[in-house]
Each structure stands twice: as C-alpha cells, then as structure tokens.
C-alpha cells in the first residue's frame, strides 16, 4: 500500500462517511429503524458498498455514492409502496406470530420460527414478569422481537385482539 493509496482511503472514506450521514437523513427515520429481513439485505448491501468505495481502487467515489443512492431509494420506494398495497407489503414482511396464547405454546409455529421456550420465557423476564400466569400471549413480531401482552382485567382478549 503506498501512502498516495492510505491518503485516498482517510479522503474517501472521511468524505462517504459525511455523504452517507446526509443521505440517511433525508431518507428518513424508516431507513434506519428496526429491520425486518429485506432491511437487513439492504443495510449489508449499504455495507458492502461503502466498503468498496473506499477499498477498491478501480471504483469511482461519484459510482459508489449512485450506487448508494440507488439502494437508499429502492429502500424508501418498497417502504412507500408497503404502505400502500398489502400485497406489496406482504411480499416483503412476514406476518407476526403468535407464539403463545392463553397458557399455551404453539409448538409447530415455535418449530417454524425456531424459537424456544427458554427464549419466550426470557423475554416475560425482560418485561418485567415473574410467570407467565400473567401472559395472555407472545407475538413474535416481524422484526423478530417478542412482545409480550399482559392479561387484561377488564376484557378477555381473543386471538383477533393481537393482530391488526
């Protein structure tokens, strides 16, 4: 590595650093929110590109940065489109599951999802639960956290209660 090479990378990647803030920022909030798998493909492929703007000699700074941009902006319009069609969403969100449900696993959506029981019971932990008498149900939701719903005192909840 020549010290021409190790000045272009402190440059390049000084300067994408503070272009990729400011594309982030007008993006908005969803691009960096909690991710579902889609998100996260874009967000390694972000990665990768930042990487081989700085690394690789034979990429162009201005091709990195539209090739950023691209990937920011397919992001934003499959957000926008979700928004919009169920169909579009569903094609790139997985539904949420109900994992538990009045003192009862789901064992087959439990062996689908690969989640344990020992992994349910921590998060009624993390919530602030002792047992899980005081559960009405665990959703596995499509970020892949765990919600854990209290029983409510005033209604007993039906399954059609958890999902929108």
């Known amino acids: ?28 909030k969803r691009t960096l929110s909690k991710m579902n798998a889609f998100d996260f493909i874009v967000t390694v492929a972000l990665g990768s590109v930042l990487a081989n703007i700085i690394v690789n000699h034979e990429t162009l700074f201005w091709e990195g940065i539209v090739a950023f941009c691209l990937l920011v902006f397919l992001q934003y319009l499959s957000t926008w489109l979700s928004a919009r069609s169920s169909k579009f969403q569903s094609l ?56 854990v719903m209290e029983k409510s005192q005033e209604k007993q909840l039906d399954q059609d209660d958890f999902f929108a």
């Open 92 to 147: 790139l969100k997985s539904q949420p599951s109900l994992i538990y449900y009045d003192n009862q696993y789901d064992e087959k959506i439990m062996k689908q999802e690969r989640i344990t029981k020992a992994e349910v019971i921590q998060a009624v932990r993390k919530d602030g639960y002792v047992a899980l008498d005081d559960i009405a149900a665990v959703i596995l939701e499509s970020d892949g956290t765990l919600t």
């Open 1 to 28: 590595m020549t010290i021409e090479n190790l000045i272009r990378m402190i440059v390049l990647g000084t300067f994408s650093y503070f272009l990729i803030v400011l594309v982030l920022r007008l993006s908005g």
